[in-house]
């Protein structure tokens, strides 16, 4: 007995070590991360502010959790946000130690017509206060050449070049898999160009479908010609997109000497020739010790030394990323988080104005209800609320739109596809084919419904199809008293159809053009403020400090973008992220809301979003399991 006593006190004993030494660690490391910060810009004596964009500029980043960046397995894309970036530009243009600004665009993978385009003014405004910008990538594909367009000097390797794809591609159609599967599908759906449930329905798109894509494709693809061509007058880049192939054989298959031959392209040269021109204008690294070595500025600490305190009467609210169900951090639209964020705010803030800055292409229902129910408790409490559409505004995005007093787009703005929808699939075929079936008993039409193993009731199909078409009258009985029109008017031009910002503004879904900026003015005229002196509040949630810490650790650590940098790997590469992403949104949409407002071609204008190693494995799991 004396021998178990003892062995149980050294085992308590151990425990108490083990439970003291986490304690200390875990205290530790929050000192550490409530005392991090990283190198103030302004300690940067000059030289060029280096933006290396090894990612895709947002809205509003997603949040990568503690455990993730501990374990390494979160995505290795970055996201920047694209306010920061335009910040970082406008103070640029009057610091007299910014020499120059350098665009490094070998790993970056775009962000969207609206987001490039403001950057691109950020950039002629920097040119005009006669400062150069440089821009450099192995290859160039249609954003990054968006943004390189509007510098002074654009630089590409000679292995490299420009490869201009133009807007429009493919969608994956899953019918064949589902009636090889034997499983089927349930769709409710309301509205002629509703094409998110196509993929599960059909093996191509529908002729109304195909027709709304053309012209979408077609006005926003005019659109970034028109960007290239005012930024670039040179570049033939109208013939250089229509035959490629063309360009290529004057040149013997070298697409680089193709696209400075058509005038895309400034000068070729590697990476090192291209550190030693910049270091001729912005001076050569303190630490210099190879060829190529400029003195470079850090993004990150230049905006974070120069970002003003979030301390304004103009409430800023994100809705950015698929509207969901629930709560979510940074970058994704949950229901609960954002209206919580708002109410909290107004309940703490003396807030004169609301801004909504829309960046979603839809989602669940109850989640877009939810946050236009918080916005307008916020018009209830005699706040004007003005709605900022940036990239992509549609569907549930176009519903939480809808209680502000004047709605701002962009001409490449994606809007509308005002439609409901709901899918869910059973698998009584499946079954079958393995020798299974099912049977029971009900008390009522509805029992057991749905039943995913043995189908739906032709009574529980009629109640969700008029419940569907209940919530699109919802849906449209909201725009018409937003616009002023008849739900006449707005079914007319509804029907889930997509509309560009140019369009939309045309038939009235927009007001205005004008981006962030214009909308925190006029949200500060309509509150009967001096938009010269109007501040904004920004209502997100705040960073986690031990996250950031952690990550700041993990950016040092890591090394250079990690994209493709031929050709041919690079597209593979980038094809392979939307090919992802599209098993991810059929993911989403099998196991998320049941009734929802979204867009699926909205997806394809802008970048696939980062995924980790992990995610992706998955993912191919998923469809090698289907496969087999």
Same mark, same amino acid.
């Given at each position: ?31 550490? +991360? !409530? ?6 810009? /302004?300690? $940067?004596?000059?030289? @060029?502010? *280096?933006?290396?964009? #090894? =990612? ?65 003014? +950020? !950039? ?6 006669? /400062?150069? $910008?440089?821009?450099? @990538?192995? *290859?160039?594909?249609? #954003? =990054? ?484």
């Amino acid at each position: 007995m004396a021998f178990v006593k003892g062995a149980w006190r050294i085992l308590v004993a151990i425990k108490d070590g083990l439970v003291l030494l986490f304690l200390l660690l875990f205290f530790g490391a929050l000192y550490a +991360a !409530l005392s991090f910060s990283p190198k103030p810009g /302004k300690a $940067v004596s000059s030289g @060029a502010l *280096l933006l290396d964009l #090894d =990612g895709s500029i947002v809205e509003q980043p997603a949040e990568t959790s503690t455990m993730a960046l501990l374990s390494g397995s979160g995505s290795e894309a970055k996201e920047y946000r694209l306010s920061d970036i335009v910040a970082a530009l406008d103070a640029a243009k009057s610091d007299a130690k910014v020499k120059a600004v350098v665009l490094n665009l070998d790993g970056f993978v775009g962000g969207g017509q609206v987001a490039m385009s403001r950057v691109g003014k +950020a !950039l002629d405004a920097v040119r005009a206060a006669k /400062k150069p $910008v440089l821009a450099y @990538a192995t *290859l160039y594909s249609d #954003d =990054g050449y968006q943004l390189a367009a509007h510098a002074s000097e654009v630089w590409s390797d000679p292995l490299g070049g420009v490869a201009i794809l133009g807007r429009g591609g493919s969608n994956l159609y899953y019918k064949g898999l589902i009636d090889k599967l034997g499983v089927n599908t349930h769709v409710y759906r309301v509205g002629t160009y509703k094409s998110f449930v196509e993929p599960f329905t059909r093996t191509e798109q529908s002729p109304e479908a195909k027709q709304a894509n053309q012209a979408l494709a077609g006005a926003l693809w005019q659109s970034w010609q028109d960007d290239v061509t005012k930024a670039r007058p040179k570049a033939k880049i109208a013939a250089y997109a229509a035959d490629p192939a063309a360009a290529a054989r004057a040149t013997n298959g070298d697409i680089a000497k193709a696209a400075l031959a058509a005038g895309l392209l400034d000068k070729l040269g590697d990476q090192s020739a291209f550190g030693a021109r910049v270091a001729q204008i912005a001076g050569e690294a303190s630490d210099n010790n190879k060829a190529g070595n400029f003195a470079t500025i850090d993004l990150a600490s230049y905006v974070k030394a120069r970002k003003p305190a979030n301390d304004g009467q103009i409430g800023v609210l994100t809705v950015a990323g698929d509207i969901v169900d629930g709560e979510a951090g940074p970058g994704t639209a949950a229901g609960d988080t954002i209206s919580d964020l708002l109410l909290t705010a107004l309940d703490e803030k003396s807030l004169k104005a609301l801004v909504v800055r829309v960046d979603s292409p839809g989602g669940s229902v109850m989640a877009s209800e939810k946050i236009r129910g918080a916005i307008l408790q916020a018009k209830s409490a005699g706040l004007p609320v003005v709605v900022s559409m940036a990239n992509v505004a549609a569907s549930g995005g176009y519903w939480v739109s809808t209680p502000g007093d004047v709605i701002f787009a962009e001409p490449d703005t994606i809007t509308g596809s005002i439609g409901v929808f709901g899918i869910i699939p059973s698998f009584e075929g499946t079954l079958a084919k393995m020798g299974i079936t099912t049977d029971g008993v009900r008390t009522t039409p509805l029992s057991g419904q749905p039943d995913v193993t043995g189908g739906t009731t032709p009574e529980f199909d009629q109640i969700m199809q008029l419940g569907v078409e209940d919530i699109y009258r919802r849906f449209v009985g909201l725009v018409a008293q937003s616009r002023k029109k008849s739900p006449e008017a707005i079914d007319a031009i509804a029907q889930g159809r997509v509309w560009d910002g140019g369009t939309a503004r045309q038939i009235g879904l927009v007001d205005r053009f004008g981006g962030l900026e214009d909308a925190i003015a006029e949200a500060a005229r309509r509150a009967k403020l001096d938009p010269a002196k109007a501040k904004a509040y920004y209502i997100e949630k705040q960073p986690d400090k031990f996250a950031e810490f952690v990550q700041s650790l993990a950016d040092r650590e890591q090394g250079s973008a990690t994209a493709p940098r031929d050709m041919l790997a690079r597209q593979a590469w980038l094809q392979r992220g939307w090919a992802m992403q599209a098993v991810s949104d059929v993911k989403a949409l099998v196991m998320g809301a049941g009734v929802r407002a979204d867009c699926l071609e909205c997806r394809g204008y802008g970048a696939p979003k980062p995924r980790s190693a992990a995610e992706e494995r998955g993912m191919l799991a998923m469809l090698a399991g289907l496969w087999r």
